[in-house]
């Protein structure tokens, strides 16, 4: 149903709050508007299509349509500094971003649920300074099992020994000390494959008698 309400030209089909096209049940299928889309919004299908026409930008509701969850899905991806030592929750619709750990305390991030509708979540993480604390990048549930491997490389002896999760109990990585693998410069990939399934790779970079940072 193409909504015709405030039309002031020939060619357009827009009401005054920018959607273009709605369903049957009045949800927003398409809207158009010079500026960012806000989660929690009521109305929007899901797979509504915000384009934000200020910042040539295109957002997707993988919420529902009583509360949405705006993802951003062009033309440059999402990226979330971590500057201080308070609990950052990543949700749905940070997707496709990069968590940039920029801090030298300690710092604890949550994934979400490894469910069924999450599945092809996925977010990287670089290590832009050495943390002097706890990095803790933990599952929200502990059946949300982890899978893959990850490299500790030595770089002052350019050797690396890559680690597995036991797929059994493993459920989060938590970066004690240096030789867990907590200095600048290691890159992860974390994505939700299926339900209770979180797959790691990637190179963090330690010192000396590496071990295992998966708990």
Not at 128 to 135: I, L, N, R, S, W
């Amino acid at each position: 149903i193409l909504r015709r309400a405030g039309m002031t030209g020939r060619h357009k089909v827009q009401d005054a709050t920018g959607v273009v096209v709605s369903d049957g049940d009045g949800n927003a299928l398409v809207r158009a508007l010079a500026s960012a889309p806000s989660d929690s919004e009521v109305g929007f299908q899901t797979g509504a299509l915000h384009l934000d026409t200020s910042n040539k930008r295109h957002h997707i509701n993988v919420g529902t349509a009583a509360s949405s969850a705006w993802a951003r899905s062009s033309p440059v991806r999402e990226i979330i500094n971590v500057t201080s030592a308070d609990a950052k929750t990543l949700v749905l619709s940070d997707s496709g971003a990069l968590v940039v750990m920029d801090f030298a305390g300690a710092m604890n991030i949550e994934l979400p649920e490894a469910n069924s509708d999450n599945i092809g979540w996925y977010c990287d993480f670089v290590f832009k300074q050495a943390a002097t604390g706890t990095v803790t990048i933990d599952s929200s549930r502990t059946a949300d099992l982890w899978y893959g491997h990850v490299a500790i490389e030595v770089s002052a002896a350019s050797t690396a020994k890559t680690f597995l999760p036991n797929m059994s109990s493993d459920d989060r990585l938590v970066i004690t000390s240096d030789n867990l693998g907590r200095l600048a410069g290691g890159y992860l990939k974390l994505e939700i494959a299926a339900a209770n399934m979180i797959v790691i790779s990637g190179t963090l970079v330690g010192t000396a008698a590496v071990t295992t940072p998966f708990t």
